[in-house]
């Protein structure tokens, strides 16, 4: 004998026995097929899980993608292969905590050196698969686990599998020697979770110093959750500590829920030259494992088990998931309107603009009272004159006609106001998202600001306005009696009246605040204008013209909400998306009944037998 200073290297009998007798015979689950059936329902499920996104950054965001990873492994390593075959051989995963002795163990019940077992952790780079011969095929196809490389030769590769044949382990039962599920290597502990997931037995390792450690409980509580089959193995015992030990940790099974679980407690002990634990030690656990092995009705009740279990488990998840899919949706749908509404307040504040008369002041007040305080109005409503006059007047003073300097104004003034209101939407939208965690993490210092173009674009819309005007009173010009007192008028003199009638939140009834604003050249104008075209026209040409100009900054605005809503748009799930995994999952449920594997219980929890416990 040698020591071996991997704590791997202490074992011994079994000491508590959970219960006797073999599982009792299951049935198979007939087969079904179609998307009715539950390898169909499951393919559902894994495909509404794939297309379901989790960007935005939400608390339930992690978590979700977490879940979602986790199932669609158990999905790919696990249920769809084994549903495949049920009949194939048994997959003990042998897992547990840094140092527990698992590579020792698995050695020692093949009778083999197969699994690397040292002082350095973490020892197990890549998981170790042993079976016996006949099952290689299975193992070798890549069903299960069909994300992990295949290969014949030790591999420090974490996503490799190392298949490995022992004529001495029974057909029908094949172990995987899993990563440390508390290794200080995050992969380690990733792969570890996933290969345990794909057991149809846990064979959960630990010690007496380390039995009680917290994340060993954590995954066999989260095994007990899914209704898996699970073994202990209490090694390194101490022989005078046997009992005590033994029995506390019995105990903590039996609080968990777990204590029909079988219990072997292993002592301290040598491990020989080959680094293997005596035949004397292992052979309870080994003498278990064979009966299992040899027990074809027992195997399938395991297999039943752990699968059911499995699948019922997957129910609540994906609620989970389904969940945390409308949140995605609430938060994208709340932050949109955040924008939205801080858009909306810049319509609503040009909207005022066109009504309280404060377009009418300033530059524009200016050039209107030039236009009609010096008779340019009237004289230029006689197209004829206007025109001429127009070209003499720029010929020698060089200056643009009036006309030209209010419709300028005009401009100005508009785009001023829609460069504004732009940059008090964009800081709202802003500070709105700022203030939401799935904001900010979307946010762009650029989006505080308009766009860098908005001057251009503004200016551009003004101006096709002030067209879309000179072209709604050539078209209104369309009317008989219109086109009979209005031919002889400019269209240009007529629009600009209108546009300012635009302006003003009557469009040319006067009141108080609008004599004051426009020093009663408004009313002049309005009366002219009504005295031209009537009462009724100059309504119409000023709503239309005003309802256009509301329509344009909608769309201008539109523009500068999108630079906000396509981040959204982008991160957005699809509306029903929570929805849709809800009714995969009922499928799967339903399917799950109607295959007939659900069992309600776990009543199939293989056991020691009696004489093994002493």
Partial sequence: MTTHGDSATRSGAPAVAARTGPPDAAEEPPATTGDDSLPGALSGLRAAIGATRYPLALPSAGPARHTAATLTDQLDDYLLPRLSRLDAPLLVVVGGSTGAGKSTLVNSLVKARVSAAGVLRPTTRSPVLVCNPADAAWFRQGELLPGLTR???????????????????????????????DSVVDANRALAGQLLAAADLWLFVTTAARYADAVPWELLRSARARGAVIAMVLDRVPAEATDEIAAHLAEMLTAQDLGRAPLFVLPETWVDGQGLLPEGVTAPLADWFARLAADADARAAVVRQTLDGALAALHPAVEELADAADE?????????????????????????????????????LARWQEFVGTGELFRTLEARIGRLRDRVVAA???????????????????????????????????????AHPAGAALLDP???????????????????????????????????RFVARTAAYAVNATGLAVMIAVFASTAFIPTGLEVATGAGTTVAAQAVLQAIFGDQAVRTLAA???????DRVRTLLDAEADRFLTRTAEARPAADAGDGLRRAAGRVELARHRSGLATGGDDTQPAADEEDSR
């Fill in 446 to 480: 650029a989006l505080a600001h308009p766009s860098d173009d908005l001057p251009e674009r503004a200016e551009r819309m003004v101006r096709d306005w002030q067209r879309g005007v000179l072209e709604l009173v050539r078209v209104e010009g369309g009317d008989k």
């Fill in 151 to 181: 290969t014949t030769e030790p591999s420090e590769d974490p996503r490799a599998l190392h298949l490995v044949t022992a004529p001495a382990l029974p057909a029908g039962l094949a172990f995987l020697d899993a990563p440390d599920i």
């Fill in 328 to 364: 995605q949706v609430a938060a994208a749908d709340g932050l949109d309107e955040r924008v939205r509404a801080a858009y909306r307040g810049a319509e609503r504040t040009v909207e005022e603009g066109l009504r309280d008369g404060r377009l009418l002041r300033g530059e524009v």
């Fill in 544 to 550: 239309k013209a005003r309802a256009d100009l509301l």
């Fill in 396 to 434: 020698v003073t060089g200056r643009p006609a009036p006309a030209a300097e209010l419709r300028n104004a005009i401009e100005s003034q508009l785009v001023t106001l829609l460069r504004g209101v732009a940059s008090e939407a964009a800081e709202s939208a802003h500070t709105a998202w700022k």
